[in-house]
Nanobody, 125 residues
């Protein structure tokens, strides 16, 4: 079983950037496809980005495409989310998640097996 810990959230002005990190432990990190999700107050948890086991494929929500980049370093057991050109609508708690079924591309939060505790991102206008 893998444990996930996010970091890197904070308060940033609109147009700014943040880089989130998610460190994994307790499992074989390269076994898992990894995803980032977010949840704003009063809203459902939504898909942000996904990366395959060996970085061959990435997927993004339309709302972040061209602004966010997901990456991973299997040697460091870490997945990243680089967020540029941030908007107030990006304000949310951001979660990383691990998917044991790396062969199937998944976008629904309940299809992921392991979760971090989340990190708050607040974008001021």
């Amino acid at each position: 079983q893998v444990q996930l810990v996010e970091s890197g959230g904070g308060l940033v002005q609109a147009g700014g950037s943040l880089r989130l990190s998610c460190a994994a432990s307790g499992g074989t990190f390269s076994r898992y496809a990894m995803g980032w999700f977010r949840q704003a107050p009063g809203k459902d948890r939504e898909f942000v980005a996904r990366i395959s086991r060996y970085v061959s494929s990435t997927y993004y929500a339309d709302s972040v495409k061209g602004r966010f980049t997901i990456s991973r370093d299997n040697a460091k057991n870490t997945v990243y989310l680089q967020m540029n050109s941030l908007k107030p609508d990006d304000t949310a708690v951001y979660y990383c998640a691990a998917d044991e079924d790396s062969a199937t591309v998944r976008f629904r939060w309940y299809e992921y097996n392991y979760w971090g505790q989340g990190t708050q991102v607040t974008v001021s206008s």
